[in-house]
T-cell receptor, first 117, second 113 residues
Framework: EAGVAQSPRYKIIEKRQSVAFWCNPI?????LYWYQQILGQGPKLLIQ????????DSQLPKDRFSAERLKGVDSTLKIQPAKLEDSAVYLC???????????????FGSGTRLTVV | DQQVKQNSPSLSVQEGRISILNCDYT??????FLWYKKYPAEGPTFLIS?????DKNEDGRFTVFLNKSAKHLSLHIVPSQPGDSAVYFC????????????FGKGITLSVRP
């Protein structure tokens, strides 16, 4: 089974620029998550999709962050404009659904390390 | 409001000895607890989980203990190996519709040869 694919692996941008990250979840996984992990902290949920619908975006800074999940498969996360404090690893994860989550957990991608200078 | 707490940022143990990683939580509604392991430049990988109705779950060298009354869980690694050196995240979830994992800050484990 192929894992969760993310690109790019690394990105360096200047503040006020825009950036986009891409995620391809495991085939058939209905739920997709974007997490932000700042150095020294645990992953923090930004947004959760169930198929192509948003079920939780309460922690997403909507003035600058946006995300979509096209046709319930791939997802993109965009930051515009970026701030210095957005420097973090952005992790995408997927799961089959609530029933399987508790036993196997989510499957994470390798993440995108963003540096804003 | 940090619902999952890992108060020790790092732990160093000798190869072959036991590693004990601790985690506390505040939300009594959590019904599953998970441990994830993360190597540099990789995403977290699932290690082991435990239901809130159990007090112990074992998988090879890894055992997780849950003390629900104290809202405390711990991960034991016996024997520890250098390849276990990584960041370990404790996570918790209240299962159900739109459930999501809440993570602690992580603890960096170093196993000395």
């Amino acid at each position: 089974e192929a894992g969760v694919a993310q690109s790019p692996r690394y990105k360096i941008i200047e503040k006020r620029q825009s950036v986009a990250f891409w995620c391809n979840p495991i085939s058939g996984h209905a739920t997709l998550y974007w997490y932000q992990q700042i150095l020294g902290q645990g992953p923090k949920l930004l947004i959760q999709f169930q198929n192509n619908g948003v079920v939780d975006d309460s922690q997403l800074p909507k003035d600058r962050f946006s995300a979509e999940r096209l046709k319930g498969v791939d997802s993109t996360l965009k930051i515009q404009p970026a701030k210095l404090e957005d420097s973090a690893v952005y992790l995408c994860a997927s799961s089959p659904g609530t029933g399987a989550l508790s036993r196997y957990g989510y499957t994470f991608g390798s993440g995108t390390r963003l540096t804003v200078v | 409001d940090q619902q999952v707490k890992q108060n020790s940022p790092s732990l160093s143990v000798q190869e072959g000895r036991i590693s004990i990683l601790n985690c506390d939580y505040t939300n009594s509604m959590f019904d599953y607890f998970l441990w994830y392991k993360k190597y540099p430049a990789e995403g977290p990988t699932f290690l082991i989980s435990i239901s809130s109705i159990k007090d112990k779950n074992e998988d090879g060298r890894f055992t997780v203990f849950l003390n629900k009354s104290a809202k405390h869980l711990s991960l034991h690694i016996v024997p520890s190996q250098p390849g276990d050196s990584a960041v370990y995240f404790c996570a918790a979830i209240k299962t159900g519709a739109n459930s999501k994992l809440t993570f602690g800050k992580g603890i960096t484990l170093s196993v000395r040869p």
